[in-house]
């Protein structure tokens, strides 16, 4: 009856172990009613498979039947780690004679429930269960405790409480007695043997700001939760109340001129929060006079929120913050700043998703690193941001008067940059930005990492800085810590699915000058070039909408998650469909990888690096060559690939036949020079005029801007401008993307020969065919965007050569752009591929860290085809079709010159009919399988805009033009059916069909609002 094991350490594990049944119930003790327990029969898995209750019961299956002798499970903590629970075991004192006569079966718990003897044994275990704290004995060498029968428990003596009230009247030094002291910009207290950390405050300290940061040093390495990643931050104060400490967060977001009534208004009417508040633990130092409490609570908490993100990424699971298996670890007091280590703990009883690199899903550990910093008066001047480049801002709305024709103030984030001889035409910094290469960084890495951050001291020489940017390398046995804000790292971390590199900063949340940068490079960048993980089966279909976890974060956080940036995770999918491409035309030397890896690696970096400085993204950058210059050597080396780095710039495939230039650019663009003379250029005499005449260049054809919001992702049908979009290329799109739809198909032509090798599974082909799909994907919605698009343009009144804010793409534009589209996704010929590379498309059938999981949870493991093909078309009719598109072509008729035929929505659902009927004007006798898919897609479209005229968003216009559509498409229907000329039975029932939904449709009473 001895019990020393361990429960499950993992409901799934025990899945198969399982009765089948819940025969447990719950009991409620009489004497303790806030007590209760789970109890079930033995053999009955019930508590390996779910919830483990508090306290549970398990009769034996030997028990004599005046008394079942049961064993009490009662669950104990460890010390390691809350999710870790052991049995100890309880026994019933044993009547005298022989312990059984008999053996007894387990009954079920509803017949043993009806037993009125066992009833009351289960009662009395319970009972007794409840007491034992008072009456239990342990034998020596066992881990179980035996229960004197019928004895009263005693009652446990009340302790006696520590009087919390009378802390502050205890001297200082008594308090900190024998306790491991850190000096620092804050001096901490702490004994190793407790889990408990005091600060004092020296008197200046109360009501001064300082600065606040975090940063995850460890984490779980999946679904956005890794390791090495720059936390939020946030100014911060400490205020005396009486005999309490209270922790304030300031709010930096309103300000007025100090001393001014409009200041005191401010105040009162926009408050700062309080995070925390401890009492005093002692009298004022009598010297210091300085104030001790207890920061344990305000430290060991859930303060990043991460309690609400766990419950989002692992939903269903509901995860809480375990306080008990929390800790404070390392304390590092410098006189500038103070690093804390804190251990963090989530717990869920019940988790209900698998996780892939958990050892046990109700442990979540998460270490994070708190940093508190002083506010350093550096004479730093802030500058004015423009909206004509484009860079990070603080944005304050200023109170001090009623003149200004905007509230706000904004200031650009950027480093403290200053000649050390200011007289010079090129001088070093007085403190340059220096950048250490953290020592997990793979040394085949480094040179080529140092090389992208390097890159851009050209820039800063053109405006008189020599080195103003340096890069060293953190050595292994370095004694500083990669989160301390006073070294900028580049640091390298691992996750199962992590696939990207982000360069966020941290700037002083008033002025917005940058105190801090640490670049992220997951090593599954590399990786994915040479991509061996899962293959996709249906790689083109957009991601259903989910809550993004950063919008559960604290919002001091999401300022942070708001800067992120893919452009490596998708730049590394184009280097792999590259490599495809090389690798087909025998073109993949160990130079040409080397090269192409180097050049990866540089562009990567450079941008990140770019990040750091204070830029934003720029997707206009992209288009200032011509498709014919993008492999030009002499014209990339001087002007450069592209107008920035800042770009999300595509890999370079050169046609078959033509000559290979640079793979994505080497060299900073035309932007990125502009862009740092704005904000580190040193201005005497009036900045503001000087700035807004840098600012007024902008629209110089060589240097466009445009970012994130003006891109939208690209797909988005907000998205107006058709030259702001991520991995495209030149200033003529429709026509890059023409080429790259070209090489996509050289590449699946040959592929089946040139790809699969002996002796090696024929997965590659299923990600070449996957990449290839990719690639039109992105190009057929780039290019859908020019239907209904508008160029915008941030230019100033006055600027020099100065444009509207809005100008239409040409009717001619549109019209190529639709006939782009007629070709590569409406016509099937580019989507027939021969059966037998259809038959080779294997899925990878070894398992990975889910264990089998993948492998039986993959609905279809051929290719599905048809449906690749057919999200493809239906992403493009879904941008047609949106209501906004159609509001759009609308109101750019309004928009040419009298004497330019406009692009009509007419043109639109004409040219469409036509495109994606073809069959109904050739005689065809037979319609596709892909063909019979995108016609039904588009008659659905057009149902639904007769269907649904109430639709304030949709034009009317599309609506009168969605019906003539089926009206006509209905009468030609009818001509191919009486002919007839179709004799493929699946296409004459599908056109049969097509006109009874048709007739259904435009006799369908639906209500029309008059207004």
Sequence with gaps: MECGSLLPPSPRRFAGQSCGQDRSATLQCSRFPDRKARVAPPGCSFFGRRKIAPLCIQVSRACPDSLPAGTVHRLKKTARSRSTQRCLAVLCQPMEGPFTTRRVEPPTFRTAMNRPTDLKMLALLLAATFALPSSITAEKGAERLVSKPRAKPAAKPAEKK??????????????????????????????????????????????????????????????????????????????????????????????????????????????????ASAKMKSKPHPERKSHLIDVSDLLVGDLPGFANVLKEVYKPSDYGFDKNNSSVGAVKAFPENVLIDVWLHYTSGNPKTRSTTLPDERSIPIVVKYELSGLKETGYKPRLADDRVGYFLNVQQDFTSDHPSSPYVRYIHRWQLEKSDPAASLSPPKQPIVFWLENTVPLEYREWMTEGVLLWNKAFEKIGFKDAIVVKQMPDDADWD?????????????????????????????????????????????????????????????????????????????????????????????????????????????????????????????????????????????????????????????????????????????????????????????????????????????????????????????????????????????AIDPLVNQFDASSDPLGYFRKRFEIVNELWSCMETKLAKPGEGYQVLRRALGRGLGEYYRGLLTSSKFIGGVYHHRDHVGDPNGRPPYEPVSADKQREALDLLRQYAFKEGDFVLPASLLNKLAIERLPALDGLDSLFNTPRIDFPWHDSVLGLQRAVLDRLFNPVTLARIQDNELRFAPNEKPFTVADLFGGLDNAIWSELDGGAAKISSLRRNLQREHLKHLIRLVLRPGQSTVPEDATTMARASLTGLQTKIHSVLNAPKVTDPISNAHLQETDDRITSALQAQVQKPIE
């Design 162 to 275: 520590p009087d919390a009230s009378k802390d502050e009247e205890k001297p200082f030094d008594e308090v900190v007695k024998d306790m491991e002291v850190s000096k620092g910009l804050f001096t901490f207290y702490r004994k190793a043997d407790e889990n408990r950390i005091l600060m004092e405050i020296l008197p200046e300290q109360i009501d001064k700001t300082f600065l606040f940061a975090a940063t995850v040093d460890q984490s779980v390495g999946e679904r956005g939760l890794y390791a090495a990643q720059m936390g939020g931050s946030f100014p911060f104060s400490f205020r005396k109340v009486g005999k309490n400490i209270q922790w304030i967060i300031r709010n930096p977001n309103f300000t007025a001129e100090q001393g001014t009534p409009a200041a005191r208004a401010t105040a009162r009417s926009f408050p700062n929060g309080i995070l």
């Design 482 to 718: 990669p989160a301390d804000t006073r070294y900028n790292t580049i640091r390298w971390f691992a996750g199962v699915d992590a696939s990207f590199a982000i360069g966020p900063s941290r700037a002083n949340p008033f002025n917005g000058q940058i105190y801090d940068a640490d670049i992220g490079f997951s090593e599954g960048i590399i990786r994915s070039i040479r991509r061996l993980g899962e293959e996709f089966v249906a790689p083109v279909l957009p991601l259903p909408p989910s809550q993004k976890p950063e919008a559960l974060l604290p919002a001091w956080w999401r300022g942070q998650a708001g800067a992120w940036c893919d452009y490596a995770d998708g730049l590394a999918q184009q280097a792999a469909f590259g490599v495809n491409v090389l690798e087909s035309r025998g073109a993949l030397s160990p130079e040409v990888e080397k090269t192409l890896m180097r050049q990866f690696i540089l562009e990567v970096t450079a941008h990140e690096v770019g990040h750091t400085l204070g830029l934003r993204h720029n997707f206009r950058a992209s288009t200032i060559l011509r498709p014919e210059e993008l492999n030009d050597l002499s014209r990339t080396e001087s002007v450069g690939q592209s107008g920035s780095v800042m770009d999300y710039n595509p890999i370079i495939i050169a046609a078959k036949g033509e000559k290979q230039g640079d793979f994505v650019p080497v060299t900073l663009g035309p932007y990125d020079y502009w862009a740092i003379e704005y904000a580190y250029k040193p201005i005497e005499g009036d900045e503001k005029a000087e700035l807004a005449k840098i600012a007024s260049r902008a629209a110089d054809p060589m240097l466009p801007y445009s970012t994130d919001e003006d891109a939208l992702g690209t797909f988005s049908a907000n």
